[in-house]
DNA sequence: ACCAAATGATTAAACGATTAATCCACACAC
DNA sequence: GTGTGTGGATTAATCGTTTAATCATTTGGT
């Protein structure tokens, strides 16, 4: 005895009508023959008795669930409210649910959630990586948001060029030496935003690269980045990888009584929640989630109406580099002309 | 012409081995009678042909989707990613997936959203509501993760005896003069923690309340919160109700050269991902997410289960308060002895 | 007036899994 | 030998929706 399931259905709907289920279900879904006012009728009815389409009975029959899979393999990544915002808002327009998996990071538990999502029938998933794990092609159409270096992706943020915006501002400010501040050197990502630093650096123009990751092991958790040594040694702008790095390197420069931006500048990425309401306010460049989550989600549905020649088809777009946008705050200012060597 | 789902389902395997699907089913399930030999033997072919079961096929028939809702009407709030991940896996844990839906503050749209949701099929819901927003009881459980205050509410942190820790804590370093700094004064959550902040002042001690959005209305989004003139006041002590303000006082001491903690201390609330790597790391307490999470999901599983009765029923636990944690780190140290009025 | 076509509605067959009801042997007891 | 019980499997109904095929009726054309 399957546990009658609350609300009417399409049969309740017919007899309570006089009709056949199949004319209730074609005047609902507009598709066959009914005449207009017979229509009318049953469309009233349906919603007068609070009718609710049942996802289960119409994705068995059409073989489509209506919902996309959402993989987080690091959840605790700061970006993931706007992201999850975006995503869910651009299944939601084309009619899609969002199921949400984690991996917690772990590598292994990565294809374990992605099975999850599969069993759960879902008709496509959007994935980001971790690190530059590659996605083994799974069971159902897949869009991956990384950076255009990840093999395999299909759209993401400009991360070179956010970083040339980045180098590009510090450069027409008169800073010379930069120091660019990352937490690890095996992020496709982070490498991306290091390299387009790297190009937008003019002539006469250099930088270093502090890895936190790599200091911490030495020095432990959570220890001193030595940002004020690295003033002396005449740096005067710190361009951070992630808003989460900046905001680091701001308190502590901070705490050492090094005034931002008049002695040091400071620069982050991806706008996060407290990079405005900081003091001094943070200058950063932000990633077009509405846009990319756009992009993801139009190229899955792309995939999965096409779906059928091969498993797995990675489709990429021509636009799959959507450029970031610099946001100049507070925390950038001209380089203190009476310290640049 | 539904579109052939990929892979084998239950009568693929079944005429593959010359048996009845019934059996099958029984086999996979060990639920009816089989021989021990010919369910080994269906469970090895199963798995041989990667048979994954029809989560359609199969809500229809059990009426029991095995999916739950969350339901997030402020997903920019920074404390998401923890709460996501600590849901998802409570859900997971007993074998549920987790179908998200925000209504992007709007307090239209929660209710929208919330249709999405059940028109998806979900069995219940777990619902962070924005302010003190009653949810309607809808057509399935649900689990509201709010605040005791809240009427309806299942399971919340207790911020009052969060705030009274607080309280206590800056009692024993010796302030006497507490700013509170909050953002809004509609909020229930914010509200408890105030009322629990001042339950943990003892006699000589006295607080003001600094609300962020009625100062901004006056002065501008982003203004300065004016609190170096505060400390001139005599405040030793800024509570933020949450570590986003927290920050923003923090920055802005450190900006106008007050050092935290020896000059100010500052506390915040809900440990999020930066209070840890800020200098100085920032003294908060933290909510139980993983408790939390697990209760909600195991009251809305028993409600669920015990459904029937009636629609919409609010289960209420006898642990719907989950004490908060303390983490002193270092923004908050003794008050200068000679600042004390 | 008669055939063709269009219209409006119904019938019935799926989709894939679950499960109550049934059936078939075979063993055991009286 | 007939009745009872039981382990082991099958039959068939069902969940709610979609949709191809069909049927009945009216309309239009010649």
Partial sequence: MPPARPG???????????????????????????SEQLAEKI???????GYVPSQAGRALRTGRSGVLGLVLPDIANPLFPKLAQAIE????A???????????????TQSEAINRLVERGVEGMVIIPRRATRISAAAC??????TASTPGNTVAADHIQGGWAIANHLAEL????????GNNPGSNVQNDRVGGIRSGLRPGMSSATLWIETLE????????LGLAEKVREGYTAFAALSDLQALRALTELQRDSIDVPSM?????FDDLIWSSVITPSLTTVAMDMHTIAEIAISSLLQTIQTRGSREGVLVTSAADRVPMQLIVRQSSGPADPTRIS
Same sequence: chains 1, 2.
Avoid: M, W
Wanted: glycine share 12%.
């Fill in 141 to 146: 159409p897949v869009a991956v948001i990384d």
């Fill in 94 to 108: 084309a009619g899609y649910g969002v199921l949400i998996a984690d991996s917690r990071g772990d590598v292994a």
């Fill in 264 to 268: 040091a500048s400071v620069t982050g």
């Fill in 8 to 34: 009417p259905n399409l049969s309740r709907i017919a007899t309570s009508l006089g009709v056949s289920v199949a004319t209730v279900s074609n005047a609902l879904s507009g598709k066959g023959r009914v």
């Fill in 43 to 49: 469309k009233e009815h349906a919603a007068e008795l």
């Fill in 217 to 224: 092991r030495q020095n432990g958790s959570g220890c001193s």
């Fill in 89 to 92: 808002f651009a299944a939601t």
């Fill in 174 to 181: 008169g800073h010379r030496r930069v120091l660019i501040i």
